[in-house]
């Protein structure tokens, strides 16, 4: 174990923006009574849909954790050989 390095926790839901967004997912289900499974995943992909469509909630599922996000720069075209 190196000392001079702080390690992660095992487990840290606060750190982890997909928390944000289970639980905004498990919200608007959550009164949902479904009559079989079938019912519940339509309602799930129903609603990872719209989250997709509103990137600035996403981001505040990040914002949330504290955590910085660094974009990456534009990537260089596929060459193929």
């Known amino acids: 174990m190196n000392l ?3 390690e992660a926790p095992t487990y840290a839901p606060d750190l982890n923006p997909q928390e944000g ?3 905004l997912v498990k919200r608007d289900i959550g009164n949902l ?3 079989d ?3 519940i995943t339509r309602a799930v992909k129903r609603k990872l849909k719209m989250l997709q469509y509103r ?8 914002a949330g954790t504290g955590l910085a996000f660094e974009a990456a720069g534009p ?4 060459e193929s050989r």
């Open 4 to 6: 001079g390095q702080a």
């Open 21 to 23: 967004v289970w639980s």
């Open 33 to 35: 009574a479904a009559a």
């Open 37 to 39: 499974l079938g019912q």
């Open 55 to 62: 990137p600035e909630v996403i981001d505040g599922c990040l």
């Open 75 to 78: 990537q260089a075209p596929f």
